[in-house]
């Protein structure tokens, strides 16, 4: 899948990088409990969080099975923040990208088991572009 998505806009993100997953993130109003170690046997090693880099290294699209990050970094004294406008504009640009690319692919229906498709992933895509 990232090789498709990174051929369709390898001409704006030409570097390519892969990273072990993110843990799940949930918001709970519980206290807080002890750290914990997740020890998962499977056949199937986890699918990896894909960066897709900018020549500078300042802005990254990271793209893993739950979840779409659009980030700018500081890579150098000489690098310039771009302010929130143009990076707010940026990520709706590449996160409508790449829901036409699960449309396109057929990646994203929202019946599919999680191993298939994407489906919370298009369900989220869908909420960011709806947002103001």
């Given at each position: 899948?990232?090789?498709?998505?990174?051929?369709?806009?390898?001409?704006?993100?030409?570097?390519?990088?892969?990273?072990?997953?993110?843990?799940?993130?949930?918001?709970?109003?519980?206290?807080?409990?002890p750290?914990?170690?997740?020890?998962?046997?499977?056949?199937?090693?986890?699918?990896?969080?894909?960066?897709?880099?900018?020549e500078a290294k300042t802005e990254l699209v990271q793209i893993q099975q739950d979840r779409f990050i659009h980030n700018w970094r500081k890579t150098g004294e000489?690098?310039?923040?771009?302010?929130?406008?143009?990076?707010?504009?940026?990520f709706r640009e590449e996160v409508g990208a790449f829901s036409d690319f699960l449309d396109e692919k057929q990646l994203g229906s929202r019946d599919g088991p999680p191993e298939r498709g994407f489906p919370d992933i298009q369900r989220r895509t869908r909420l960011a572009l709806s947002s103001a």
């Open positions: 899948m990232s090789d498709c998505y990174w051929q369709k806009y390898r001409s704006r993100l030409p570097l390519i990088e892969e990273h072990p997953p993110l843990d799940p993130v949930l918001e709970s109003f519980d206290p807080p409990k750290p914990h170690v997740d020890i998962v046997f499977g056949n199937k090693p986890p699918v990896p969080r894909v960066w897709f880099l900018d000489d690098a310039a923040y771009p302010r929130y406008e143009r990076i707010r504009n940026q």
